[in-house]
């Protein structure tokens, strides 16, 4: 079994600044693409910002220049830091990974239990 620990949200006033960890542990053969999602109060979850193992990223417009995301392989673990934050950056953030537990296993998606953000104006 795998499991992913989110941690470092918070409270912040708009214009301030927040760093996300994600901590993998577990079964752990090698780790895939991984990514933070978020999930505003009545809006479907979104995807925030991905990175596969060699390190390219991608982001979502929303939080382009705003948003770092970074990732540890060794540590297992992925990090976003998040400057210049917005009330509208409020939501419940969640981190996703793709994990293979063996060798010879499939990959699966795995989710964190999320952490809530708030970013007050």
């Known amino acids: 079994q795998v499991q992913l620990v989110e941690s470092g949200g918070g409270l912040v006033q708009a214009g301030g600044s927040l760093r996300l960890s994600c901590a993998a542990s577990?079964?752990?053969?090698?780790?895939?693409?991984m990514a933070w999602y978020r999930q505003a109060p009545g809006k479907q979850r979104e995807l925030v910002a991905s990175?596969?193992?060699?390190?390219?990223?991608n982001y979502a417009d929303s939080v382009n220049g705003r948003f770092t995301i970074s990732r540890d392989n060794a540590k297992n673990a992925m990090y976003l830091q998040m400057n210049s934050l917005k009330p509208e950056d409020t939501a419940v953030y969640y981190c996703?990974?793709?994990?293979?537990?063996?060798?010879?296993?499939?990959?699966?998606?795995?989710w964190g239990q999320g952490t809530q953000v708030t970013v007050s104006s």
């Open positions: 577990g079964s752990i053969f090698s780790i895939g693409a």
């Open positions: 996703n990974a793709n994990v293979r537990a063996t060798a010879i296993s499939a990959r699966y998606d795995y």
């Open positions: 990175i596969i193992t060699g390190g390219n990223t």
